[in-house]
């Protein structure tokens, strides 16, 4: 993820956005620096701060000259080309940074001519400049977008008759309109081949015509990019990623449907952070509020989760996605065409979880994605039932008995592998309702459930210090990995969010003294938020239990809520070695 900074007023908000790219969304991020009014305090301000929340991608570049010039003036004490910037990180931070730099196939616009010898010698003017970049501790090359393929490629072949030999990735835009196709070509000065011309005219106010031949177009280009050798691509999105998946997918370098996860949930790419192998379950579905609440620890759980009682949670008055669907008007317009212009009775409530539970609606207030993970479709049928008879349910996975770890709904951790998980459910469940339930559950001897009220009131059959791993793996050559455990300290904690999620991102929807508001209100003030878990990952049906349709030991034979290969054969019981090691 490219992240650009380039004028002084922006440097804040631009390190703040790199910040939560690289820590909370796990994204491997490269900051664009630019020389646009910024002087040589200001930069060392922002690569001491990217140096301390360990970003180390940089592209180094000019910049375009400041609104309202026409051409490109260094400001006092700043640095008058991308070569200054490149000397400037490596003299003062050796190799700690990564840098990349711009490279030019058809030379910078700004030397771009119709006279054939001055634009060779321009040309050439800028292979030497690159080689200088290169020289000085530049290690990536990034073209400028092309459309004339075979310029890309002697671009290529006259860096290395030069001596360049770091990598050179070419940039590639996908047309994604007419319109603004025009206007980029037109700003770079970029060379548009007459087929491609040609074609592109006669489709112009066919808006898909236009995007399907740019994903075509795409396509040829990179191949035979590829074909020649080159290492990579550098796809320019523009912040639609349609296109480029669609090229990536023609070219079979990716597969949406076998996407594997190196964990359950999406390690992030900071440095301190790396190592990270545990979490409780009850963030899965707000992982940026996790990451955000645990960012002061001096280490992050390898293996086992230990001690919780420890580290200590953040606060959630610094947590910036506190009201993720509703901290804009747009946002909250949204929310109310999701969750109700207004509510008259409890029933409202429960038909927007049934509603989202069939996939009707795409978010809630406990999510920071809009939908489903993608292994909830195994039990979509289980949710809509419970929330019908009144469980809110805001966290869940199905039991996993020995999948394999390439499995393109429950797979994570690498090929070889085998994965396992505890049947789990999370809902919001009235005082009433939950007296039944308790009767239930306390005569399943596999099941352990917490239940806990917004004033810390606890109904539990598992003591304060018994970790439960819910989610295993098994792989060649390695110890038992549990990326996923249940906490009861970090329950409390995550209790508080909760609830108050209920009235931060759904209740100021409404008037304060409004029917809706208190109909709200009145679920925090008296309603459960409830944990269980299903240890018997193997014979347990939670979900049968859950909705008092039958006991476990009525239904030995039969597993509902579980993975199944194709066959739709019961697994064999797994190994007793196997089930010590998982319990945790």
């Known amino acids: 993820m490219h992240m650009r900074m380039s004028r002084q007023g922006c440097l804040l908000c631009l390190l703040t956005s790199s910040l939560s790219l690289q820590v909370q969304v796990c994204v491997e991020t490269m900051m664009h620096l630019t020389c646009t009014n910024m002087p040589q305090d200001k930069l060392r301000e922002a690569l001491d701060k990217l140096k301390e929340v360990g970003i180390q991608n940089i592209l180094a570049l000019r910049g375009d000259p400041p609104k309202g010039q026409d051409n490109f003036e260094a400001v006092e004490g700043g640095f008058a080309c991308a070569l200054d910037l490149v000397k400037y990180i490596r003299e003062n931070y050796g190799d700690y940074f990564g840098i990349t730099v711009a490279g030019y196939p058809e030379a910078h616009p700004e030397v771009i001519t119709d006279d054939a010898e001055e634009m060779e010698r321009a040309y050439q003017s800028d292979l030497q400049y690159l080689k200088q970049k290169v020289d000085a501790g530049a290690q990536v090359i990034i073209t400028q977008l092309f459309y004339d393929v075979e310029k890309f490629i002697k671009f290529t072949q006259d860096c290395r008759a030069l001596g360049i030999e770091c990598p050179i990735i070419p940039g590639v835009m996908p047309i994604m309109t007419y319109g603004g196709f025009k206007r980029m070509t037109g700003f770079c000065k970029t060379h548009v081949p007459k087929d491609v011309e040609a074609a592109l005219e006669s489709i112009k106010d066919n808006d898909e015509a236009v995007k399907n031949f740019g994903i075509d177009l795409g396509t040829r280009m990179c191949k035979r990019i590829l074909d020649s050798g080159t290492p990579g691509l550098h796809m320019y999105t523009l912040n639609t990623e349609r296109s480029s998946v669609a090229i990536l997918e023609n070219l079979g370098l990716i597969n949406k449907s076998q996407l594997n996860r190196s964990l359950p949930w999406r390690q992030p790419t900071n440095e301190r952070r790396k190592a990270e192998q545990v979490r409780p379950i009850f963030w899965a579905n707000r992982p940026k509020s996790y990451i955000n609440r645990t960012s002061d620890w001096d280490k992050y759980p390898q293996g086992r989760w230990g001690n919780a009682k420890s580290p200590a949670y953040g606060t959630l008055n610094d947590y910036q996605?506190?009201?993720?669907?509703?901290?804009?008007?747009?946002?909250?317009?949204?929310?109310?065409?999701?969750?109700?212009?207004?509510?008259?009775?409890?029933?409202?409530?429960?038909?927007?979880?049934?509603?989202?539970?069939?996939?009707?609606?795409?978010?809630?207030?406990?999510?920071?994605?809009?939908?489903?993970?993608?292994?909830?479709?195994?039990i979509q049928s289980q949710l809509q039932q419970l929330n019908t008879q009144g469980y809110l349910t805001i966290n869940s996975q199905p039991q996993v008995n020995g999948a394999p770890s390439t499995d393109a709904k429950v797979g994570w951790g690498g090929p070889d592998g085998y994965v396992y998980q505890k049947a789990y459910v999370e809902f919001f469940i009235s005082p009433e309702k939950l007296e039944n339930l308790e009767q239930r559950l306390q005569k399943q001897s596999s099941i352990t459930y917490m239940a806990i009220d917004s004033k810390g009131k606890v109904r539990s059959n598992v003591g304060q210090s018994d970790v439960n791993a819910v989610t295993w793996g098994v792989f060649p050559g390695k110890e038992v990995?549990?990326?996923?455990?249940?906490?009861?300290?970090?329950?409390?904690?995550?209790?508080?969010?909760?609830?108050?999620?209920?009235?931060?991102?759904?209740?100021?929807?409404y008037e304060k003294n409004s029917r809706s508001y208190k109909i709200i209100q009145d679920i925090v003030d008296h309603w459960f938020l409830v944990s269980v878990v299903e240890n018997d990952y193997v014979h347990g049906d939670l979900f049968k239990v859950l909705l008092g349709t039958t006991s476990k030991d009525d239904q030995v034979e039969e597993v509902a809520a579980a993975w199944n290969p194709a066959s739709q054969q019961q697994q064999p019981e797994p190994k007793e070695a196997l089930k010590a090691a998982a319990a945790h």
Not at 327 to 349: H, Y
Not at 365 to 370: D, F, G, I, L, Y
């Open 321 to 378: 996605f506190m009201r993720r669907h509703t901290n804009s008007s747009k946002r909250q317009e949204k929310a109310k065409q999701c969750w109700g212009a207004s509510l008259s009775k409890i029933d409202d409530v429960n038909k927007v979880f049934v509603k989202y539970a069939q996939g009707d609606l795409g978010m809630l207030p406990w999510s920071e994605m809009e939908g489903f993970h993608r292994e909830t479709g195994t």
């Open 481 to 509: 990995v549990q990326p996923t455990v249940v906490d009861p300290h970090s329950f409390s904690v995550w209790k508080d969010e909760a609830f108050q999620l209920w009235t931060e991102d759904w209740a100021n929807l």
